[in-house]
Structures are given as C-alpha cells and as structure tokens.
C-alpha cells in the first residue's frame, strides 16, 4: 500500500470537512423565529387557489372543514371527481389576481380574512373565515360574493401612450430624422 503524503492526507479531511458541513447546514431547520406555512392563517386561501387552478380536487377539499367541506363533498359525489376538478379550473380562468386583507383574529383558533378577486371588469369580495384545527388552519365558511364595480378595468394603460416627433416608444431618435410613430404600432413595440 503505497503511503499518502501530507498534502494529499490535508485535502482529504479538509474536503470530509466542507462535505459535512454543507449536509449539516442543508438538514438544519432555520431559525425558530421564522413562521412556518402552516403557522399562516392565510396560508391555506392561497393552498386552496392552487388546488383549484390544478384541478386538484383531494387538495382542494383538504383546504375546508365542518359543514362546508361536507357540502363539498357532496358535490363532488354528485358531478363527478373529473367533472369537479374541471369546474375548479374554470372557475379560475378568468381570475387576474387575489388580495388578501383584514386579517382579524375572532378568537383564538378563529380568524375573518378578506378575499378580493380581481378580474378583468370586476372585483368581487368574499370573507372567510378560518379556524385552526389540530394544528392546521382550514377554511369553515365562505361569506357570500359582494361584486364591486372598478372604475378602472384590469389592464387599463394608467397613462395613454404618446410618441412626440423624434422618439420611439423607449425614447430614443426614430430611424429616418424625426418621423412620428403611429400609436397601434408603439402600443405593440412596448409589449415587446
């Protein structure tokens, strides 16, 4: 067996060494201060808008609890898990974004949030309400939908696009000395 010198014998523990502490940090929860998912009440709206986007129904109705889980159960007995699933995408597609507000606690295991639904020509607003249940926050109610018309529709330029003589839309010089550009045809080099 032919001996190692020094060197080799140094890199070898010093490469063990980098090894275990890269393992080490990686199976090492953080710190304790840092909230978990589940510690977020409004953690499980935002797990139930996934399932819902996914077509997930399983993880769908893991989101709910009491009464309201049961009549979702229901339903999902009467049309169908593939007929469910379907219906949860859809009711999803034409969704812009969400925003969650008014986190208020009730008591202590039950928290009122404030859903908002954004689409393209409406909002519509839902409370729900949370309760924590051996250790996990799941949806018991639904408030019903309250519509609120916007005064500005989802994707409304906030300011109409103008080109002066001698710019593009990015601001620089036009090509041909000081042509103006037409307004459909900078609209369209801006999404660009």
Same mark, same amino acid.
């Given at each position: 067996?032919?001996?190692? +010198?020094?060197? @080799?014998?140094?890199?070898?523990?010093?490469?063990?060494?980098? $090894?275990?502490?890269?393992? =080490?940090?990686?199976?090492?929860?953080?710190?304790?201060?840092?909230?978990?998912?589940?510690?977020?009440?409004?953690?499980?709206? =935002?797990?139930? $808008?996934?399932?819902?986007?996914?077509?997930?129904?399983?993880?769908?109705? +893991?989101?709910?609890?009491?009464e309201l889980?049961?009549?979702?159960? @229901?339903?999902?007995?009467?049309?169908?898990?593939?007929?469910?699933?379907?219906?949860?995408?859809?009711? @999803?597609?034409?969704?812009?974004?969400?925003? $969650?507000?008014?986190?208020?606690?009730?008591?202590?295991?039950?928290?009122?949030?404030?859903? #908002?639904?954004?689409?393209?020509?409406? +909002?519509?607003?839902?409370?729900?309400? $949370?309760?924590? #249940?051996?250790?996990? =926050?799941?949806?018991?109610?639904?408030?019903s939908?309250?519509?609120?018309?916007?005064?500005?529709?989802?994707?409304?330029?906030?300011?109409?696009?103008?080109?002066?003589?001698? #710019?593009?839309?990015?601001g620089? #010089?036009?090509?041909?000395?000081?042509?103006?550009?037409?307004?459909?045809?900078?609209?369209?080099?801006?999404?660009?």
């Open positions: 067996m032919k001996r190692k +010198n020094p060197q @080799q014998l140094a890199a070898g523990v010093v490469t063990i060494f980098v $090894l275990a502490a890269v393992v =080490w940090y990686i199976r090492t929860p953080g710190p304790a201060s840092k909230p978990q998912k589940e510690d977020q009440p409004e953690q499980i709206i =935002w797990d139930m $808008l996934d399932a819902a986007r996914a077509g997930d129904v399983r993880a769908y109705l +893991n989101c709910f609890s009491g889980k049961t009549r979702l159960r @229901q339903t999902v007995e009467e049309q169908g898990p593939r007929a469910f699933s379907q219906y949860l995408r859809r009711s @999803q597609r034409g969704v812009m974004g969400v925003a $969650l507000s008014d986190v208020r606690r009730t008591s202590g295991d039950t928290v009122r949030v404030r859903v #908002e639904y954004v689409y393209r020509d409406k +909002n519509e607003v839902q409370m729900h309400r $949370l309760r924590r #249940e051996r250790g996990r =926050w799941k949806i018991v109610e639904v408030g939908t309250q519509r609120i018309k916007t005064l500005i529709p989802y994707g409304t330029e906030a300011y109409p696009l103008t080109v002066r003589e001698g #710019e593009s839309a990015e620089a #010089e036009t090509p041909s000395g000081g042509e103006t550009i037409p307004e459909e045809t900078t609209a369209s080099a801006a999404e660009e």
